[in-house]
C-alpha cells in the first residue's frame, strides 16, 4: 500500500456545482417558505407590532434564509457526489459533458435573472470619476516602472522583490498626493484666520507638492542598477520620511469651525481633555513612526513585511480616520426624541443619578450607548448640543475608539493594506455598524490567539471577552459566543488534557475574582441585567419589532428588485462561501491552510446562521436596515478574513480586489473633492437662528441650538406644567415615547426605560410598576405629539402599564397636552394653572374624564390585531382566563340580519348588526377586558371589516365613542377591549353589538363562541 492511497481525495470546486446548487437551494428555499407560510404566526404573549397590524408572519423570512442555506450544502454535496459517480463510471470526459449539460439546462434561468438584474429601475449610481482618475495614474505609474525595470534588465529573483521595487513606489506616490491635505488641516484648525477657500487652488497646491515630493523616487529610479539592495534601502527611506507628516491628520479630531461673515469661530467647546487627547495621539504616533527607522538598516528586501516594515501602523490610522470622518455641522436638537433619547440618557443618568446600567436604566443595544455621552461629558461641556456632535455618524470623537481598536487587530492575522481596505469600506455611523466592528475584532483575536494553542490562555480570554461584550452589547454578544461555542469546547478539552492542574487554578482563581467583584460593585446587577434583558428581548423580539420582508419588497427607488434584495442578502453568499472553505478543509487533510481556515471560517459560519434573527428581524422599506448593514458587515469585514485565511498572500490583490468590487458596489467612498475640501472646510452659520437654551430655561441642551419652534413650545408647556406639580427632587414619568425630554428637562426616569414601545415584555412591565409603585411620581404626561412607533398606543403596546396609570390618576388637559396627575396634586396644579393662557381642563366628572383618556390612548381602528391575535388563540391560552360566556340560546337582536342556523346568519339590508344583552353577565370592563369568537363570511367577496359596539349603565351608549373596529377573517379573532378607556372603566355592561361594514363583503356569516377573557398578568400588579 502506498503512501498515496492511504491520502484522502482533494475536495474540488466545480463552478458549475455552486451555480448549480444556487439556483437549486433557492427552489427548495421557496418552497419551504411558502409552506411556512400557511402556519400563522404564533404569539406567545399579547404584543402588539407591525406583525400584529398586517397579520404577518416571520417565520417564513426564517425558513427562507436557513433553509436556502441548509438546502445548498446539500445540493452542492450531492451534486459533487454525483459528479464523482459519473466519472468513476462514464470517465472523464463524460463527467465534462454532464457540468456542460446542467449550465445548458441553466440557459433559461440566466435569461430571466439577467432581465431582472437589468429591468426597469428609476436611475443610475454614478461612479466617483476621481477614482477612476486615481487607477489611472497608478496604472500609468506601474506601466512605466515596469518598463524601466524591464529595460535595465534587472535580475529579479523572486515575485515578493518585484513586489517591494514597484508596488513600493506606488505606495510612495499613494501618500505624496496626500501630505497637502495633512499640512492644510493642521494650518486650519490651528489657525482659524488662514484660509484657503478655493477647491482648485487646493487641489493645485497639493498636485505640486506631490509632484515635488515625487522628484525624489524619480532620482533614485534613475540611478536603479543591479544593487536593487541599494535601492529598496533607498526607497525605503523615502517612504518612512513621507509619513512624517501624517500624524497632522489627527487634527480632525478638532470641532470643525463655523463661519460667519465675521470670520471662523469654534462653535463646539474645546476643551482640555480633547486637546490632551489630540496631543497624545499625534506624540505617540510620532514616536512610532521614529521606531520604525531603525529598520531603515534591514537589507532583507522582497515581500509585504520588507514593504511595510517601515509604515507606521498609527500613522495609517490617522490617515483612516481623516478619509472616514464627516464634518460636524451646526449644533441642533433632532425632532426624533425617541431614537435620540436613546444616546443621551444613558451616561447622563449614570453621572448625575447614579444609575446602575441594565438594572436601573436598561440601555436598548448596551453599553455601547454610553460611548457617545461619554465623549460628549469628556471631550466637550456634555450639553445635548455636544452629545449631537459626537453621536452623529461618522464623527471623529465616535470612531477613534472603534478604528483604532479594530485596525490593530485585524491587521494582525490579514496584514495592514487588507484591514485598511476594509476599514476604509466598512461604515460606522448608526449604532449597529459599531457593534459589527467589534464582533469582527473579537473573532479576529480569537481565532489567532486560539492558533497558539495555548488553551488556558485562550479559554481565559474567551470567557472574558464574552463577559465584556455582553455588558457592551448583549444581542451580538450571545450570537459571538455561540458561534465560538466549538472552539471553547476543544480548547477545553485540550486544556483538560494537557495543563488540567493548571485549568483547575485559573478556574478557582477566575471565580474568586468575579465573585468578589460581584460583591464589591455592581457588576452583578449589570451581568444579571444584562442576561435577563437579553433573554427577555429574545423571546418577543420578532413579534414585537419585527416586519414582514414582503412589505419591503419593490421599494427601491432607483435598483431592479433582484439586485436590490442580492446586494441587502449578500452576507449569506459570505457564509455560503465560508461553509464551502470549512468543507474543503475538513474533506482535504492535504491542504496546509487546513487548521487555520477551520478556526476562522468555522465561527463565520455558524455566526451567519445564527444572524438570520437579528438580520431578518426588522427589514424596513427602501433602505439597507438591519439585512443590508449584515450585508455590509460580512463583505467589508468578514470576507476578507476569509480570503486571506484561505487563500494566503499569494492571492491577496485578487482577494482584495474582489472586496473592492462587492464593498464599493453596496458601501462607496467619498469622493476626492470631499476629501480635498475637508481639511479647510466650516461650516456656514449666518443663516441659522439659534436660540440660548440655557436663558429659556433649558440649560442641559447648551447655550446656542437650533431648534424647531414647535417642539421648543412643547418643551416649555411640559416644563411649566411639571415646575408647578412637582416639589424639588421629585419627576414625572414620560408615556409619549420622547426619551429626550427627561435629558432636556433635568429628570430622572422612574422606570428603567425611558419609553415604553421599549417595554412589550410582560415582565418589563410589571418590574417599571413595581418601582413606581415605591415612589408614585405626580404627574404622567400621556399625550403631548407621542410617537407611535408601529401605530401601537400605549394601551396596546405596554398595557400593563396603562391599568396602572388609569387607575390611579387623574386625567388633566393643558392645552392640547393630556396629563395624569396623582389626586393629591390635581388642586395645585389646577389652580396655579388656572390663569395661564392655555386653558385647563380637569376630568373631574366621568365625561370629562373619558374624554381625555380618549384623547390620550384611544385607538379606535385594530386594523388585524384580533386576527392575529385569534390565530395564536391556543398558546395565548396561558395569557387568558375565561370569565363569561354567551349563550347560545339567547337570541340576538338583528338588524339587516335573518337567522338561518344557531349561529348562522344570512344578510338581507344594508346595516346589519346583532345585539346581544349581557346585562345578566354583571361585567365591567376592568374585569373582562378581551373579547374572543368564532367568524365566518360566506361567499367573502372582499375582507369584512367589523364593529363592535357597548352600553353600560355607567357610560351608556352604544355610539361612535365606544366603538372599535378591525379587518377579519375567518377563525378566531380576539378583541382587546380593554385598550378603549370608555370600555376598561364601564361599570355593568348591558349591551354588545356586532355590525358587519357596508357594503357587506358577504351574504351570509357565522357567529359562534363568543366569550369574554381577562388578561391573566393582570393579577400581579399591585
Known amino acids: ?206 498636485l505640486t507638492g506631490a509632484i515635488l515630493l515625487c522628484l525624489p523616487l524619480a532620482r533614485i529610479w534613475w540611478k536603479l542598477t543591479a544593487n536593487i539592495s541599494e535601492f529598496c534601502s533607498n526607497l525605503r527611506f523615502l517612504l518612512w520620511a513621507i509619513q512624517g507628516v501624517f500624524p497632522l491628520f489627527f487634527f480632525i479630531l478638532m470641532p470643525t469651525p463655523w463661519s460667519t461673515k465675521d470670520g471662523a469661530f469654534y462653535g463646539y467647546p474645546v476643551t482640555l481633555p480633547l486637546l490632551l487627547l489630540l496631543s497624545s495621539f499625534v506624540s505617540i504616533t510620532y514616536v512610532q513612526w521614529f521606531r520604525c527607522f531603525k529598520v531603515l538598516s534591514n537589507k532583507v528586501t522582497g515581500g509585504e513585511n520588507a514593504l511595510f516594515a517601515v509604515v507606521s501602523p498609527l500613522c495609517m490610522l490617522a490617515l483612516l480616520l481623516f478619509v472616514k470622518a464627516q464634518p460636524v455641522g451646526a449644533s441642533t436638537i433632532p425632532l426624533d426624541d425617541y431614537h435620540w433619547g436613546e444616546f443621551l440618557l444613558p451616561w447622563w443618568l449614570s453621572q448625575t443619578f447614579h444609575f446602575v446600567p441594565f438594572w436601573d436604566y436598561e440601555p436598548a443595544r448596551g453599553l455601547i450607548n454610553y460611548v457617545p455621552g461619554f465623549l460628549a461629558t469628556l471631550f466637550l461641556d456634555g450639553t445635548a448640543a455636544s452629545h449631537w456632535a459626537t453621536g452623529t455618524p461618522a464623527n471623529p470623537l465616535l470612531l477613534l475608539p472603534y478604528l483604532t481598536l479594530s485596525y490593530l487587530v485585524i491587521s494582525r492575522p490579514i496584514g495592514a493594506l487588507p484591514a485598511f481596505l476594509a476599514l476604509l469600506l466598512m461604515p460606522t455611523g448608526n449604532g449597529f455598524s459599531e457593534i459589527d466592528t467589534i464582533l469582527a475584532v473579537c473573532l479576529c483575536f480569537l481565532s489567532s490567539y486560539f492558533l497558539k494553542q495555548q488553551w488556558v490562555k485562550w479559554l481565559v480570554a474567551w470567557s472574558t471577552i464574552g463577559l465584556v461584550l455582553l455588558l457592551f452589547s448583549p444581542g451580538q454578544a450571545g450570537l459571538l459566543l455561540l458561534s465560538t461555542v466549538p472552539l471553547a469546547a476543544f480548547a477545553l478539552f485540550r486544556a483538560v488534557r494537557t495543563d488540567r492542574w493548571t485549568l483547575i487554578r485559573v478556574g478557582l482563581g477566575g471565580g474568586l475574582l468575579l465573585i468578589v467583584l460581584l460583591l464589591l460593585t455592581p457588576i452583578g446587577k449589570m451581568l444579571f441585567g444584562a442576561v435577563r434583558y437579553a433573554i427577555e428581548q429574545s423571546s418577543i423580539n420578532s413579534i414585537a419589532y419585527g416586519t414582514p420582508w ?126 480635498i475640501s475637508k481639511p ?124 396602572y396609570v388609569t ?15 396623582r389626586p393629591d396634586r390635581v388642586e395645585r396644579l389646577n389652580s396655579r394653572l388656572s390663569g395661564a393662557t392655555k386653558p385647563v381642563t380637569v376630568g373631574a366628572t366621568p365625561a370629562d374624564r373619558l374624554r381625555l383618556l380618549d384623547q390620550a390612548f384611544r385607538t379606535k381602528d385594530l386594523k388585524k390585531l384580533p386576527r392575529s391575535w385569534g390565530q395564536s388563540f391556543e398558546s395565548l391560552r396561558s395569557e387568558l382566563h375565561p370569565v363569561a360566556t354567551i349563550d347560545g340560546a339567547v337570541n340576538p337582536v338583528m338588524h339587516s340580519v335573518e337567522k338561518t342556523g344557531e349561529t348562522s346568519y344570512r344578510i338581507t339590508g344594508s346595516d346589519p348588526y346583532l345585539i346581544f344583552d349581557i346585562t345578566n353577565l354583571s361585567l365591567n370592563g376592568d374585569r373582562a377586558g378581551v373579547l374572543a369568537f368564532d367568524f365566518s363570511c360566506q361567499p367573502q367577496r372582499a375582507v369584512p371589516t367589523l364593529e363592535v359596539y357597548w352600553s353600560s349603565q355607567s357610560i351608556g351608549g352604544p355610539d361612535e365613542e365606544a366603538v372599535v373596529r378591525f379587518s377579519a377573517r375567518r377563525g378566531k379573532v380576539l378583541v382587546p377591549l380593554d385598550a378603549a378607556p370608555r370600555w376598561l372603566l364601564a361599570k355593568g355592561i348591558q349591551t354588545l353589538r356586532i355590525d358587519i361594514a357596508d357594503p357587506a363583503p358577504c351574504s351570509t356569516f357565522s357567529l359562534s363562541q363568543i366569550s369574554f377573557f381577562q388578561r391573566s398578568n393582570l393579577s400581579e400588579l399591585p
Open 550 to 675: 414582503a412589505d419591503s419588497w419593490g421599494t427601491n427607488p432607483v435598483l431592479s428588485y433582484s439586485l436590490w434584495e442580492a446586494l441587502r442578502t449578500a452576507w449569506i453568499g459570505v457564509g455560503l462561501f465560508a461553509g464551502l472553505l470549512l468543507l474543503r478543509a475538513v474533506v482535504d487533510r492535504a491542504w496546509t491552510e487546513r487548521q487555520r481556515v477551520i478556526v476562522f471560517t468555522l465561527p463565520i459560519v455558524l455566526l451567519t446562521i445564527l444572524f438570520i434573527p437579528r438580520a431578518a428581524g426588522r427589514i424596513d422599506p427602501a433602505s439597507l436596515s438591519r439585512l443590508g448593514n449584515a450585508s455590509i458587515w460580512a463583505i467589508c469585514l468578514l470576507l476578507p478574513i476569509v480570503l486571506i485565511t484561505a487563500f494566503g498572500q499569494r492571492a491577496q490583490a485578487r482577494s482584495l480586489l474582489i472586496v473592492a468590487l462587492l464593498g464599493g458596489a453596496i458601501v462607496g467612498l467619498p469622493s476626492a473633492e470631499a476629501l
Open 807 to 821: 387607575d390611579r390618576y387623574v386625567p388633566i388637559a393643558v392645552g392640547e397636552q393630556v396629563y395624569l396627575v
Open 1 to 206: 500500500m502506498t503512501s498515496e492511497s492511504l491520502g484522502s481525495p482533494q475536495f474540488k470546486f466545480h463552478w458549475e456545482h455552486i451555480v448549480t446548487a444556487l439556483f437549486l437551494s433557492s427552489a427548495i428555499a421557496v418552497a419551504i417558505s411558502n409552506l411556512v407560510s400557511l402556519a400563522p404566526q404564533k404569539y406567545s404573549q399579547l404584543i402588539t407590532g407591525n406583525l400584529a397590524w398586517s397579520l404577518g408572519s416571520k417565520q417564513p423570512d426564517y425558513a427562507l434564509l436557513g433553509s436556502f442555506i441548509i438546502s445548498f450544502f446539500l445540493t452542492y454535496l450531492g451534486l459533487y457526489r454525483l459528479s464523482s459517480f459519473v466519472e468513476k463510471e462514464n470517465k472523464k470526459f463524460a463527467e465534462l459533458a454532464f457540468r456542460q449539460l446542467i449550465i445548458y439546462s441553466l440557459l433559461p434561468f440566466g435569461i430571466f435573472l439577467g432581465k431582472s438584474i437589468v429591468s426597469p429601475s428609476n436611475g443610475l449610481v454614478a461612479a466617483e470619476s476621481e477614482l477612476i482618475i486615481l487607477s489611472l495614474i497608478l496604472v500609468l505609474v506601474c506601466l512605466v516602472l515596469g518598463a524601466i525595470v524591464a529595460n535595465r534588465r534587472l535580475n529579479i529573483s523572486s515575485a515578493p522583490l518585484y513586489l517591494e521595487i514597484v508596488g513600493g513606489s506606488l505606495l510612495y506616490v499613494l501618500f505624496a498626493l496626500l501630505v497637502g491635505s495633512a499640512l492644510t488641516l493642521a494650518a486650519g484648525r490651528i489657525n482659524l484666520a488662514w484660509k484657503l477657500n478655493d477647491s482648485d487652488q487646493i487641489t493645485i497646491v497639493a
Open 680 to 803: 479647510i472646510r466650516t461650516i456656514d452659520v449666518s443663516s441659522l437662528a439659534f436660540v440660548n437654551a440655557v436663558e429659556l430655561g433649558f440649560p442641559a441642551m447648551g447655550p446656542q441650538v437650533t431648534i424647531d419652534p414647535a417642539q421648543l413650545k412643547r418643551l416649555q408647556t411640559i416644563r411649566q406644567v411639571l415646575d408647578t406639580a412637582l416639589d424639588p427632587g421629585e419627576t414625572y414619568l414620560d408615556l409619549t415615547n420622547r426619551n429626550a425630554q427627561y435629558f432636556y428637562l433635568g429628570r430622572p426616569l422612574p422606570i428603567q426605560a425611558g419609553a415604553f414601545y421599549n417595554l412589550p415584555h410582560r415582565n418589563q412591565q410589571i418590574r417599571a410598576i413595581q418601582k413606581l409603585e415605591t415612589a408614585p411620581p405626580p404627574v404622567v404626561l400621556v399625550a403631548a405629539e407621542a410617537i407611535l412607533h408601529d401605530g401601537a398606543a400605549l394601551p396596546l403596546r405596554a398595557h400593563l402599564l396603562y391599568r
